[in-house]
């Protein structure tokens, strides 16, 4: 198991429901990442925080709304979701978001939407 | 924009044998790539990584190739172990700010 660790690793949600995905990290990094993988389909950045600042937003629904409040926790907010935001979402966390510090991931939260 | 491909959507290989997977990328500006392996249940896990400035780059069984002219990446595996069952992807980027495409990824599956 790396040191990213993601909460909950399975969730069932309805289209109305409001609920939220933690990722921590114990690396000391400062930075970290959201990414969609939907089956069959490539990786997707969704937002990028540096020094919990958000640093990237890849044109995400705002039914996704980022949180970080310390460079150690980050927080996936989900409400109104549409069934096609069913995926595995990961986060993953890099000494910073330079380009050659390598990103380690978390295992992901298997998402489903009814 | 960037496009990446992978050639084949699963690779069934002999244990004991060595694998090939392959990645074509779309632009040539693109200057560092990596190859991913994952498992099932876990996220990415990253595996060897190469910049332009080199064609070939060697780890603990795994190589990467990189050819700039045409644009393609490969990862080879040499005597394929049951343990390197998993979904392998590369990803490229262009980018200082660790902003990267990736490959839908290939999987491999290892028979005895």
């Known amino acids: 198991e790396t040191g990213v660790t993601q909460t909950p690793r399975h969730l069932v949600m309805g289209m109305t429901n409001k609920k939220s995905l933690k990722c921590e990290q114990h690396l000391g990094h400062n930075a970290m990442y959201w990414y969609k993988q939907s089956a069959k389909k490539p990786l997707e950045l969704m937002f990028v925080?540096?020094?919990?600042?958000?640093?990237e937003n890849n044109s995400v629904p705002s039914r996704f709304s980022p949180e970080c409040p310390n460079s150690s926790h980050l927080f996936l907010h989900l409400h109104t979701l549409q069934p096609e935001d069913s995926a595995l979402y990961l986060c993953?966390?890099?000494?910073?978001?330079?380009?050659?510090?390598?990103?380690?991931f978390g295992p992901g939260t298997r998402l489903t939407v009814l | 924009g960037e496009s990446v491909g992978l050639h084949l959507p699963t690779l069934s290989v002999q244990e004991g044998d060595n694998s090939i997977i392959n990645c074509a990328y779309s632009n040539s500006a693109s200057d560092y790539f990596i190859w991913y392996k994952q498992e099932s249940g876990k996220g990415p896990q990253f595996i060897i990584d190469i910049r332009s400035n080199m064609d070939k780059r060697q780890g603990q069984r795994v190589t990467v190739l990189l050819n700039k002219t045409v644009k393609h990446l490969s990862l080879q595996i040499a005597a394929t172990q049951p343990g390197d069952s998993a979904v392998y992807f590369c990803?490229?980027?262009?980018?200082?700010?660790?902003?990267?495409?990736f490959g839908a990824g290939t999987q491999v599956v290892v028979t005895p």
């Open positions: 925080y540096n020094f919990k600042e958000q640093t």
């Open positions: 990803a490229v980027t262009t980018d200082s700010w660790g902003k990267f495409q």
């Open positions: 993953a966390s890099s000494q910073d978001r330079q380009t050659y510090n390598e990103q380690f």
